[in-house]
Structures are given as structure tokens and as C-alpha cells.
């Protein structure tokens, strides 16, 4: 099915690759604290990210930021100039990040907002 979608989307636009990228984060005895997955398209010079999670007790030692900045950087190794997410819950975290709102989805999940948010990597 998604070849086929993008099959018929790229009679419309450029081709390009969906590059997964996918980060862990352990604490010294090798336990899983945070990870991070999302896929750039070299193409259209755009990192999607995806999901994004920290465990709550591992919270607030800036692991969140470190998995940004890290698949960041890969995303600019592979030619992209821009990174977009959503998110409901981590609005002010994104923010501080660089990241702007540009798009608002009102009651997703019910009685929240989602922020699509994004920004170029310069």
C-alpha cells in the first residue's frame, strides 16, 4: 500500500528516500531510559520525528534534548534543512528547542490540543 501511495505521489513531486532513524538512550548499566524514531526524506530536505520518550525517572537530565539534538544532526548529514513533530504534552520542551507552532489540532486526543511544530536546521 505505501508503494503504491507514494508511487502516485511522486508523479507529483521529486522522489526520495524514507530514511528510519532510530536512538537509544541507556543509563550506565545499560538500561533503556529513552529513544527516539523518526525518518528523514533527503529529497524534500525534511526530518519527520516521531516518536520521542524518556523514562519519568530519568526525566529532567536533559536525556530528551540530547536524543534531539543527536538525530538533528544526522537529519543535516543527510540534507535536511527543516524538522517537523507533533505533540500534545511537550509543547514548551519543543519550544526551547527552536521549534514554532504552525498548526493547531483541537480536541486530538479529547479535551487536548496537538501542536504540529517545526524548524529549520541550519
Known sequence: M?????????TFVPATEFIPLVFAARDPAG??????????????KWLFISLLWVSSSHRRE???TRLMREVEDEARKHGCAYAYTMTFQALGFYEKLGYVVWGVQEDFPPGQRRFFVSKPLG
Do not use: K
Open 31 to 44: 538500561n533503556l531510559v529513552g529513544g527516539l524514531a523518526g525518518e528523514v526524506m533527503p529529497g524534500w
Open 2 to 10: 505505501r508503494a503504491g501511495l507514494l508511487e502516485f505521489n511522486f
Open 62 to 64: 536533559r536525556i530528551g
